[in-house]
């Protein structure tokens, strides 16, 4: 199977098994069958949600075609462990819960990796541990040379938290989005995944935000679970692929 293929199982319960027969005329397949099919092929299920499945589609593409513009063999992650780069620390507690609910694995930083960051740059508010909580210092080399510190080959997935300024002609965004784009360069260079997590709410400011992102080529969501949930889809379906070769 060379291309994912990603499956709404529509007839799960016994109710959706009436609603199959309404529609189509025809008996839904037996769920033992369906269980047998996802184990022994690398068919992703999505939840019964078009959300999820238009999700799913999203960073899958996104992936695939970014391999295929360099003339790349696709490769797709062998891990979990997740850095979390924000500038908020409430919303790090928020995102260690959603991410390691969801079977995420964020390392904590100790010993040689937290004294490189340490001598990198010492924070007065924040944190370095992961989450990577640096407020005030997005827009400077600082941001830049603590996030490359903390990405390695141990890291699997990188999310950041972003946002719009008010002012994205002035020298801060400007220094801020390079640091973006720098960050997103260097994680790829590594084949691991880069996300922006760019909330959604009505501003003029954050829409043009949006476009330059999608623009440059980041994979942005509007929500932490959903980038989550995303990846995960993608890990399954590597695994899958790779027990599949191995037997």
Not at 120 to 133: A, C, E, R, T, Y
Not at 218 to 235: E, H, Q
């Given at each position: 199977?060379?291309?994912?293929?990603?499956?709404?199982?529509?007839?799960?319960?016994?109710?959706?098994?009436?609603?199959?027969?309404?529609?189509?005329?025809?008996?839904?397949?037996?769920?033992?069958?369906?269980?047998?099919?996802?184990?022994?092929?690398?068919?992703?299920?999505?939840?019964?949600?078009?959300?999820?499945?238009?999700?799913?589609?999203?960073?899958?593409?996104?992936?695939?075609?970014?391999?295929?513009?360099?003339?790349?063999?696709?490769?797709?992650?062998?891990?979990?462990?997740?850095?979390?780069?924000?500038?908020?620390?409430?919303?790090?507690?928020?995102?260690?819960?959603?991410?390691?609910?969801?079977?995420?694995?964020?390392?904590?930083?100790?010993?040689?990796?937290?004294?490189?960051?340490?001598?990198?740059?010492?924070?007065?508010?924040?944190?370095?541990?992961?989450?990577?909580?640096?407020?005030?210092?997005?827009?400077?080399?600082?941001?830049?040379?603590?996030?490359?510190?903390?990405?390695?080959?141990d890291i699997d997935l990188v999310i950041l938290e972003a946002d719009a300024w008010n002012?994205?002609?002035?020298?801060?965004?400007?220094?801020?989005?390079?640091?973006?784009?720098?960050?997103?360069?260097?994680?790829?260079?590594?084949?691991?995944?880069?996300?922006?997590?760019?909330?959604?709410?009505?501003?003029?400011?954050?829409?043009?935000?949006?476009?330059?992102?999608?623009?440059?080529?980041?994979?942005?969501?509007?929500?932490?679970?959903?980038?989550?949930?995303?990846?995960?889809?993608?890990?399954?379906y590597g695994i899958k692929r790779s027990n599949l070769v191995k037997d």
């Amino acid at each position: 199977m060379r291309k994912p293929v990603l499956f709404i199982n529509g007839g799960k319960t016994e109710r959706g098994q009436t609603a199959v027969l309404t529609h189509t005329g025809s008996v839904g397949t037996s769920q033992k069958i369906w269980k047998a099919i996802f184990k022994q092929t690398p068919i992703i299920e999505v939840s019964n949600s078009l959300d999820d499945l238009i999700d799913r589609s999203y960073v899958f593409s996104k992936v695939i075609n970014s391999y295929k513009d360099q003339g790349k063999e696709v490769q797709y992650p062998k891990g979990k462990k997740t850095l979390v780069i924000l500038w908020s620390g409430g919303f790090g507690i928020i995102a260690t819960n959603t991410l390691t609910e969801l079977g995420l694995e964020m390392p904590y930083f100790t010993g040689a990796t937290l004294e490189k960051l340490r001598k990198v740059h010492p924070l007065k508010i924040g944190s370095l541990n992961n989450p990577l909580d640096l407020p005030w210092i997005a827009s400077s080399k600082e941001f830049l040379a603590l996030s490359k510190a903390a990405i390695s080959e141990d890291i699997d997935l990188v999310i950041l938290e972003a946002d719009a300024w008010n002012n994205m002609e002035g020298k801060s965004f400007r220094g801020y989005y390079s640091n973006l784009l720098q960050i997103k360069q260097l994680v790829e260079s590594l084949d691991k995944i880069v996300m922006i997590v760019l909330h959604e709410y009505p501003d003029s400011n954050r829409n043009a935000f949006y476009d330059m992102l999608v623009k440059d080529g980041f994979i942005v969501f509007t929500d932490l679970k959903r980038a989550g949930k995303s990846y995960l889809a993608l890990y399954e379906y590597g695994i899958k692929r790779s027990n599949l070769v191995k037997d």
